[in-house]
């Protein structure tokens, strides 16, 4: 369950930026995750409940954005959504694929008072 791990980083990050922004109480953390990350949302939300009870994101709201694995085929230049798991191009079925999106793991805002 790596999902606590990662939650209990972004939830570090969360409170220092609160610190920096005189923020007394965290409201909402917006997240985009790719698919890759291989993260579990529901999994993430219940160990943030976990992590943040007693701290100043105690009832924040998590907002996470999935973004899709996109490749671009080294081959036939063609860029694809990966879709269950399927690393092979659709227009020429080759494998030399280059990962252009869905590795990300990050805060993009924190909402607070």
Known sequence: MHELTIITDILETAKQAARENNLKKINKIYLKIGKLQQVVPEM?????????????AQGAALKIET???K??????????IVKENIYICPACDRTHLE?????????TSIEGD
């Open 44 to 56: 993430l939300e219940f160990s943030f409940q976990v992590v943040s009870r007693d701290t100043i």
């Open 99 to 107: 990962i252009l999106t869905g590795k990300e793991l990050m805060i």
């Open 71 to 80: 490749v671009n085929c080294k081959a036939c230049l063609k860029e694809t």
């Open 67 to 69: 973004i899709p694995i």
